[in-house]
């Protein structure tokens, strides 16, 4: 049996012209993400928002949480995949970073598809399940400041409905989980929400060792 293919950047290439379908709109983004302080960094891989379409895709998804838009490469993604009449409500801290996104939403044709709620996430969801109720969404993306994961995970899970799915990035988090020197708050809570998880018996799970580790979370 084969462990983990080592992904070195000849097969991310390789693994991007046999498989990653782009197109000029995707593109721009992601080019004017990577020219930002740390834009690279938190923007997710290509290939990681077409995973997040297909997902989105085969859930059938209609209605899609979002908590952290940065410059909305993954909510253009998610955006595209739902059908007529479906809509991504996404989360962010401030409206600086989505406006960069929102001009790219429109070139897509999906602006009317997506709702930004800007100020401190947790309030955010807070005010959501107090409009929506529990069990509104069909589907969640979590992918914001790491201390507060915990919270997110637990409000996105109540407001995602039995047999919705959760992905949460970052779950790996550069490999600073398996370092016992990385004591700072953001990885501290990557692990706790990582081992927390493992025994949540109200989920289903899986760790994909992708990109900086992406965890697929199915509410039973």
């Known amino acids: ?51 997040l379409a297909l997902l989105v895709a085969l859930t059938g998804a209609r209605r899609v949480l979002e908590v952290g838009t940065f410059t909305g490469y993954s909510t253009l993604c998610m955006a595209r995949a739902l059908p007529s009449g479906g809509s991504v409500v996404t989360c962010d801290i401030s409206d600086k970073w989505p406006a960069i996104g929102a001009e790219f939403w429109k070139r897509a044709g999906v602006h009317d598809r997506i709702e ?17 109720g529990a069990g509104s969404f069909d589907f969640a993306f979590v992918d914001a400041d790491k201390a507060n994961y915990r919270t997110y995970y637990e409000r996105s899970l109540e407001l995602l409905r039995p047999g919705g799915l959760m992905v949460i990035d970052n779950t790996l988090f550069f490999g600073r989980v398996v370092d016992p020197a990385a004591q700072d708050p953001d990885t501290r809570a990557v692990r706790d929400l990582n081992v927390f998880l493992r025994d949540d018996l109200r989920v289903e799970l899986s760790l994909l060792p992708m990109a900086d580790g992406i965890t697929l979370v199915r509410k039973k």
């Open 1 to 51: 049996m084969a462990n983990q293919v080592e992904c070195t950047e000849e097969v991310l290439a390789y693994l991007r012209d046999v498989s990653l379908r782009d197109d000029p709109v995707l593109k721009g983004l992601r080019a004017e993400t990577a020219a930002l302080p740390a834009g690279t960094a938190l923007q997710v891989m290509a290939e990681e928002g077409q995973l």
């Open 116 to 132: 930004t709620r800007v100020g401190p996430a947790a309030d955010s969801l807070d005010a959501l399940l107090k409009e929506s």
